[in-house]
């Protein structure tokens, strides 16, 4: 066994999870393929999305994947860097906004 | 940035045995990727074989005044390998009696050539369907004698395809060095001025795009809208194609994806976009290489590995189309970089 959790190769054998069960990595990677075709939106914004998922989700090889992808696209590391942000002012603001909750049962449970 | 050839730094991978040496070790010969022939093989494609001959591309020296990070030909000021005036004199013979449509200049700076002009002109006399130039735009900045060039171009209709990394400063300038990104602009406009690259022009003005990095190129289309819309909002600069071209492991490309660490992870992603219907339309099996020195190879990545044709005529003092039609195409591994994905060649994209 590998001494650490993530292997930059093992990305490499994704595809592999279809071997254990057929029919559900089949139509995932169907899906997955479907989803990131040009469409209303543009396979370019598409995999800016993806990058900024892959940070809020901290996937590693989400990370790589699509960081090349997006060089492959001619996307800017300014644009890469601004997808990242959004990523991080949602996940972020979805933290903050549970102050209110804080705030509410504070002010509930003070006289 | 380098300043000199591996040539000039005495680099191993100057050697060309030594860079088809590790393109055939490690990940190839442990069994992890398969070999190119055994590939083409799985998809009934071994032997590759020509079809008929399309595009004569001559490479008339490999002096540049760019040092490009990832250069095949590790072109640069220092080489001093130059096609000699005889040589392109046995080369205007061929040009007078090919069945190819194409003719397609290359170096290094090809205008860099002292004979450039001439044979150019004596060239363009054949009346070829398509006469290329591949200039690297900052040539036409480089000296006031390169000035006139468009101008020159104009006048026998040369269809003019040229390298432009990116559209962007930051990433052109790394990849070439700095100022290469603005004196392509000025040249770019240069050509425009003369009537290159304008919507409905006759005088062809195509760019070449490829990765500043160990990445493969995108969609070609996809790519070519994202230029147009930028050379255009930001320097009003009109073109015709994009040619989205893979770099090749090998020279300097070699020297870098080993220097970064980034040699298998490349091989890898080659190997895994290898596409049959790119195998079709390769470009060696439309294409003839003539070397500075008039040596034939299967394409110019071929010529800068020497790997000359498999065939009984190896040089252009010898030239015979039908026997030279009649040979298998010389493979190794970098030819992934021309199957991968849409596939590459010196037109861009073959699917």
């Known amino acids: ?111 | 940035m380098k300043t000199k050839s591996l040539k000039a730094r005495n680099n191993k991978l100057a050697d060309t045995q030594r860079q088809l040496d590790i393109l055939s070790n490690s990940i190839f010969a442990e069994g992890e990727l398969p070999f190119f022939k055994d590939k083409l093989a799985e998809s009934g494609l071994f032997p590759l074989r020509p079809k008929k001959l399309e595009i004569l591309q001559i490479n008339v020296g490999y002096m540049c005044n760019q040092v490009c990070e990832h250069c095949h030909v590790d072109a640069g000021p220092d080489r001093k390998e130059i096609m000699t005036r005889e040589t392109m004199e046995e080369c205007l013979k061929v040009i007078r009696t090919t069945g190819a449509h194409t003719l397609d200049l290359t170096g290094g700076a090809p205008e860099m050539n002292p004979n450039f002009r001439w044979f150019v002109e004596e060239a363009a006399k054949a009346g070829i369907q398509d006469f290329i130039v591949r200039s690297n735009l900052t040539i036409m900045r480089a000296n006031k004698k390169y000035h006139d060039l468009p101008e020159f171009f104009k006048k026998h209709n040369i269809h003019v395809v040229s390298s432009m990394p990116h559209y962007t400063r930051g990433k052109t300038d790394k990849q070439r060095g700095d100022g290469v990104f603005d004196k392509s602009i000025t040249a770019l406009k240069q050509l425009n001025s003369v009537g290159y690259g304008l919507p409905g022009s006759s005088l062809r003005l195509d760019l070449v795009y490829n990765p500043s990095g160990a990445f493969l190129p995108g969609d070609q289309a996809a790519l070519e809208l994202d230029f147009k819309k930028a050379l255009k909002e930001d320097f009003d600069i009109d073109f015709h194609d994009l040619f989205a071209i893979t770099n090749l492991p090998i020279s300097r490309f070699l020297d870098y994806l080993i220097a970064s660490e980034n040699y298998e992870e490349y091989m890898y992603s080659l190997v895994e976009a290898y596409n049959p219907a790119a195998v079709d339309n390769v470009m060696c099996t439309n294409t003839l290489s003539v070397s500075w020195d008039g040596w034939l190879y299967d394409c110019d990545f071929n010529q800068m590995l020497d790997l000359k044709v498999q065939s009984q005529v190896h040089h252009i003092k010898d030239y015979n189309e039908s026997l030279l039609n009649n040979r298998d195409i010389v493979i190794s591994q970098h030819c992934y970089g021309c199957t991968a994905g849409s596939g590459s060649s010196c037109q861009g994209s073959v699917t």
């Not at chain 1, 292997?7 to 089949?26: Q, V, Y």
């Not at chain 1, 469409?39 to 993806?50: F, M, N, Y």
Request: with cysteine.
């Open chain 1, 1 to 111: 066994m590998a001494k650490s959790y993530y292997d930059p190769a093992d990305l490499r054998k994704f595809g592999n999870i279809t071997e254990w069960s057929e029919e559900l990595g089949t139509k995932f990677f169907d899906y997955y393929g479907k989803v990131f075709e040009e469409g209303a939106l543009s396979a370019r914004e598409k995999s800016l999305i993806a990058l900024a998922v892959a940070h809020v989700v901290k996937c590693p090889y989400c990370i790589d994947a699509y960081t090349k992808d997006g060089l492959q696209r001619g996307i800017t590391k300014e644009e890469m860097m601004e997808a990242v942000h959004a990523g991080a002012a949602i996940e972020s603001g979805a933290t903050l906004v549970h102050g209110v909750q804080m705030m509410n049962k504070y002010n509930k449970l003070s006289m």
